[in-house]
């Protein structure tokens, strides 16, 4: 009998890596993970392209200072477009 309810707990995963297989990954499940490294891979190149360049401390600390000002009223921005759409929708 608790052979019979464990076999209906069974879900499609679990017999699939039962038979050592899984299941097909969508689109999104495979773009995302190389999007992140991606995008992590231009930060560093970025960050070490800026402290190998011939500038002095203070240069480089105002110039790191706009970027990240910039790219934090960017991501502001597309978060609030993100958060208007979801409430029209």
Do not use: C, W, Y
Not at 6 to 11: A, F, I, P, T, W
Not at 43 to 52: D, H, N, P
Not at 73 to 87: H, K
Request: hydrophobic letters at 45%.
């Amino acid at each position: 009998m608790e052979t019979l309810k464990e076999l209906r707990n069974l879900d499609k995963d679990d017999i699939l890596a039962a038979l050592g297989l899984q299941s097909k990954r969508n689109a999104m499940q495979m773009v995302l993970p190389i999007a992140g490294i991606f995008g992590a891979g231009v930060l560093v190149g970025v960050g070490v392209g800026m402290l190998v360049a011939p500038r002095s401390g203070r240069e480089l600390r105002d110039t790191l200072g706009q970027q990240l000002n910039t790219a934090r009223e960017r991501a502001m921005s597309a978060v609030g477009t993100a958060s208007e759409e979801a409430s029209a929708h």
